[in-house]
């Protein structure tokens, strides 16, 4: 039976070796050990090729390490069912996807069914608020093909204002440097 994690979000990485599935020979991860507290910050920094992405690839299950274990509050994730898991994470990628679609359908993505008010407090949380604002018809303006009509930073805005609507437990900022 899958089982729930539960409400805390204490992340942790046991001894854990991972290989590519098309570099068998070459590791990405080597007996690699990280305990996050639940509630705090964790920047993963380092040069290209230093398993950066690996991480937040197996964080999310995308793999499963070859040794060792990923635990979200003790429970292993393999454990967990793939819903449970996803429902407890939010990405805001490099690239984010946006819909040819109006600001406030792109950000209530993130809950289906959220206010007005909830998606304009997760927009100024965002601190994206402001630019949405001054848009022609602000929450309601269509941002066309992959959000064409912002800047890269305003299209990370929006993506950080979907996830947080989400409400995770566990936020992932890939190289959201420009928002």
Known sequence: PRREAGSGARMAFEAVTFHYPSRPTAPALVDFSLEIPAGRSLALVGPSGA???????????????????????????????????????????????????????????????????????????AHAHEFIERLPQGYGTELGDRGVRLSGGQRQRIALARAILKDPKILLLDEATSA
């Not at 197996?58 to 454990?79: C, M, N, S, V």
């Not at 996803?86 to 993505?109: C, G, K, M, T, W």
């Not at 289906?112 to 997760?122: K, L, N, R, V, W």
């Open 51 to 125: 398993g950066k992405s690996t991480v937040f690839e197996l964080l999310q299950r995308f793999y499963d390490p070859g040794a060792g274990r990923i635990t979200l509050d003790g429970i292993d994730l393999r454990e967990l069912s793939l819903a449970d898991l996803r429902e407890q994470l939010a990405l805001v990628p490099q690239q984010p996807v946006l819909f040819s679609a109006d600001v406030r359908y792109n950000i209530a993505y993130g809950r289906p069914g959220a206010t007005d008010a909830e998606i304009e407090m997760a927009a100024r949380r």
